[in-house]
């Protein structure tokens, strides 16, 4: 079992949530872009515009049939508040998944463009890029080993 595997067991039994393991990569993907939103210990209108964007995008992308009429609109707002709800318990969940999500790059390379590009992304969301976003940057591209990827 990847750890990938028993993040996603862990994560949707304590949320009691219905997401696939497709659905939920993706939110491990997002968990950096996250943290560097948290970084300077506020989420800002313009950074939560952005989450929320994020949300829709893939509620419209990923919504599968068993979430009901509304589908795309239902997983939507699962993905709003499971982003909420890990940035308020960053704490909780940060270490392990950075572990799943390092480990998962190394059977799937290119989603490290994607995590990069993505906290780069929410880190311009307000006004520019602060010291504590580019400091989160440095250390979660560092931790992940992203150090070499190219966006």
């Known amino acids: 079992m990847t750890s990938i595997d028993k993040l996603y067991s862990e994560y949707t039994k304590e949320r009691n949530i219905k997401l696939n393991k497709e659905q939920f990569v993706y939110i491990v993907n997002l968990f950096p872009a996250l943290r560097v939103v948290l970084s300077d210990g506020i989420v800002d209108k313009d950074e939560w515009i952005t989450v929320k964007r994020l949300a829709k995008i893939l ?16 997983l939507m707002l699962i993905y709003k508040a499971e982003f909420r709800y890990l940035i308020k318990n960053l704490g ?3 270490s392990k998944f950075l572990k799943a999500l ?6 799937n390379e290119s989603s490290k463009e994607f995590v990069l590009e993505t906290m780069y992304l929410f880190a311009h969301a307000s006004d520019g890029v ?3 976003e580019d400091n989160a940057i440095d250390y979660l591209t560092s931790e992940l080993g992203l150090d070499n990827t190219v966006i």
Request: aromatic share 14%; net charge negative; charged share 55%.
């Open 59 to 74: 509620g419209d992308e990923f919504a599968t049939e068993d979430l009901g009429e509304e589908k795309e609109e239902n």
């Open 102 to 107: 390092k480990e998962y790059f190394e059977e």
């Open 130 to 132: 602060s010291e504590e």
């Open 92 to 94: 909780m969940w940060e």
